[in-house]
């Protein structure tokens, strides 16, 4: 870290040298990072008491010019420098307004062999193209949960693309999560490898099965909903932060609930959809076909959109 970030750190209200260092610690390393915090969050990572946490959060606002308000106008502009990113099939893309947003967390659910994971695998190598093509020019983050990850369907893809394989796999950093609390330590990671490379695309594969495995009953349902609203926004935080894509993909109950009656409903309830930007629901067709259908969006209307999974990737 340069030595004008730390000195702007320490002269946040109540921050001096030895809470500095327990920050970056905890790989908080800028004004954005405490600002968008909250007091028993960074409470609780520099060890310092919630008073002292709220006191530096307002500081971090003032001096980074967040949390007040702000006239439409300001933020429609601001829109303008969203970047979309390409999934390879126009149909797909034409659903989603362009692409998948950054700054925006989109979530695929579907049951088995819908295509979630085959997606995530399109969009680790089409977040290296140049932006005239519809990439990012970035690289890839991919938070792998159920062991899914396969570099020779990367491969595959690349070269469908004219890409050399070799050169995007490098450009991808995979993690797997063991369980939940892995998965939510693997945010400090991310934190610190975005500091040393650019990341276009965070991808969660899948975003609930350790939690839906450990946290099993009624009895375990409070605390399962909590731990995955915090790591939800952190997702988004991340996203924000960054300007990134994150991309999550999600399991469905297995069997019709009780009370809705609904097979195809999404794990994770209210709180995965309220924090979810864009949530697409995949389901199998006919042979190579998928149809997707968006869901829910802030600003798109619902529709559907019949896209290809071939042995050269995703596709019209």
Same mark, same amino acid.
């Given at each position: 870290?340069?030595?004008?970030?730390?000195?702007?750190?320490?002269? %946040?209200?109540?921050?001096?040298?030895?809470?500095?260092?327990?920050?970056?610690?905890?790989?908080?390393?800028?004004?954005?990072?405490?600002?968008?915090?909250?007091?028993?969050?960074?409470?609780?990572?520099?060890?310092?008491?919630?008073?002292?946490?709220?006191?530096?959060?307002?500081?971090?606002?003032?001096?980074?010019?967040?949390?007040?308000?702000?006239?439409?106008?300001?933020?429609?502009?601001?829109?303008?420098?969203?970047?979309?990113?390409?999934?390879?099939?126009?149909?797909?893309?034409?659903?989603?307004?362009?692409?998948?947003?950054?700054?925006?967390?989109?979530?695929?659910?579907?049951?088995?062999?819908?295509?979630?994971?085959?997606?995530?695998?399109?969009?680790?190598?089409?977040?290296?193209?140049?932006?005239?093509?519809?990439?990012?020019?970035?690289?890839?983050?991919?938070?792998?949960?159920?062991?899914?990850?396969?570099?020779?369907?990367?491969?595959?893809?690349?070269?469908?693309?004219?890409?050399?394989?070799?050169?995007?796999?490098?450009?991808?950093?995979?993690?797997?999560?063991?369980?939940?609390?892995?998965?939510?330590?693997?945010?400090?990671?991310?934190?610190?490898?975005?500091?040393?490379?650019?990341?276009?695309? %965070?991808?969660?594969?899948?975003?609930?099965?350790?939690?839906?495995?450990?946290?099993?009953?009624?009895?375990?349902?409070?605390?399962?909903?909590?731990?995955?609203?915090?790591?939800?926004?952190?997702?988004?935080?991340?996203?924000?932060?960054?300007?990134?894509?994150?991309?999550?993909?999600?399991?469905?109950?297995?069997?019709?609930?009780?009370?809705?009656?609904?097979?195809?409903?999404?794990?994770?309830?209210?709180?995965?959809?309220?924090?979810?930007?864009?949530?697409?629901?995949?389901?199998?067709?006919?042979?190579?076909?998928?149809?997707?259908?968006?869901?829910?969006?802030?600003?798109?209307?619902?529709?559907?959109?019949?896209?290809?999974?071939?042995?050269?990737?995703?596709?019209?």
């Amino acid at each position: 870290m340069s030595e004008e970030i730390t000195k702007e750190i320490e002269d %946040l209200p109540g921050v001096g040298p030895a809470t500095a260092e327990k920050l970056r610690s905890a790989s908080i390393t800028d004004l954005m990072e405490i600002a968008v915090s909250s007091p028993s969050e960074l409470a609780e990572l520099a060890d310092i008491s919630e008073s002292l946490a709220a006191k530096a959060i307002r500081g971090a606002r003032e001096a980074a010019d967040v949390g007040g308000f702000e006239t439409g106008d300001v933020i429609f502009q601001r829109r303008k420098s969203l970047k979309k990113l390409t999934t390879n099939s126009s149909k797909l893309d034409e659903l989603l307004g362009g692409g998948l947003e950054t700054g925006s967390i989109t979530e695929l659910y579907g049951a088995f062999a819908s295509g979630k994971t085959q997606l995530m695998h399109q969009l680790c190598v089409n977040v290296q193209l140049k932006e005239d093509e519809g990439g990012l020019g970035r690289e890839t983050v991919y938070i792998d949960t159920e062991n899914t990850f396969r570099p020779e369907r990367v491969s595959q893809m690349a070269l469908a693309l004219g890409m050399d394989p070799s050169e995007v796999l490098k450009r991808i950093h995979v993690a797997r999560a063991f369980n939940s609390n892995h998965q939510m330590l693997l945010m400090d990671s991310v934190s610190d490898l975005s500091k040393e490379c650019s990341i276009g695309i %965070l991808i969660v594969d899948s975003l609930t099965a350790h939690f839906r495995a450990e946290y099993a009953g009624r009895g375990a349902l409070a605390n399962r909903q909590q731990k995955l609203n915090k790591y939800m926004h952190s997702l988004l935080r991340f996203g924000d932060l960054n300007s990134c894509v994150i991309a999550v993909t999600n399991q469905v109950q297995a069997q019709p609930d009780a009370f809705f009656g609904d097979p195809t409903r999404p794990i994770g309830g209210h709180i995965v959809g309220h924090t979810a930007t864009y949530r697409v629901y995949l389901r199998r067709s006919k042979g190579e076909h998928r149809i997707a259908r968006l869901v829910d969006s802030p600003c798109l209307p619902e529709g559907e959109a019949i896209f290809r999974i071939t042995q050269e990737g995703v596709g019209d």
